[in-house]
């Protein structure tokens, strides 16, 4: 499966809603799906697994939708933390892919 | 609180063998898919291989059997072999823990902080 995210750059501001879509090449189930957000030298955080589960300490700002082939990250009210890359990742077959992910900066 | 740590050289000469280590702190091994996972700068990130606590294994053929994790529950960590690398190995290289089931998806939920490896004569 190859995940395709977009757009590549997002540029807004605090208080903004963030939408950002992740595309499979096929049809996959939302429960195997998961997202990501990585600020700058730091390791992946998990944000949002098993379709619509937000990891601990994640606020409800952060939501995801869609299936089959298309789904969104949604994020409300953005605060400076959330600026940042967000990757989608699949699991699937005992592999892993992710996207090429999603930078939401600082307009 | 789990944490993970790699450890490892930083500088890998091309032809020969990446080895990295990841201590497990705050946890069992037991139950979880230990994985690998790379980084280039500046790139998306790349799967490298997993070993399940039940010692099932499996990578990604992208790395043409290359790798190799390996658990050691007694000292609580897990490792990984990349042979013959090039510098199209050189990358952010992350240990993370892998929870879930095949049925209802796998995915990371504790990593550590990564260890950059650099491959160059």
């Known amino acids: 499966v190859v995940l395709t995210q977009s757009p590549g750059t997002l540029s807004l501001s605090p208080g903004d809603r963030a939408t950002l879509s992740c595309r499979a090449s096929q049809t996959v189930s939302s429960s195997h799906l998961a997202w990501y957000r990585q600020k700058p030298g730091q390791a992946p955080r998990l944000l949002i697994y098993g379709a619509s589960n937000r990891a601990t300490g994640i606020p409800d700002r952060f939501s995801v939708s869609g299936s089959g082939t298309d789904f969104t990250l949604t994020i409300n009210r953005l605060e400076p933390e959330d600026f940042a890359v967000y990757y989608c990742q699949h699991y699937g077959d005992s592999l892993w892919t992710f996207g090429e992910g999603t930078k939401v900066e600082i307009k | 609180q789990v944490q993970l740590q790699e450890s490892g050289p930083g500088l890998v000469k091309p032809s020969e063998t990446l080895s990295l280590t990841c201590s497990v702190s705050?946890?069992?091994?037991?139950?979880?898919?230990w994985t690998w996972i790379r980084q280039p700068a500046g790139k998306a990130m790349e799967w490298i291989g997993r070993m399940h606590s039940t010692g099932s294994t499996y990578y990604n053929p992208s790395l043409k059997s290359r790798a190799t994790v390996s658990v050691d529950t007694s000292m609580n960590q897990f490792s990984l072999e990349l042979r013959s690398v090039t510098v199209a190995d050189t990358a952010m290289y992350f240990c993370a823990r892998g929870v879930g089931t095949g049925a209802i998806g796998v995915h990371f939920d504790q990593w550590g902080q990564g260890t950059l490896v650099t491959v160059s004569s």
């Open positions: 705050g946890g069992s091994i037991s139950g979880y898919y």
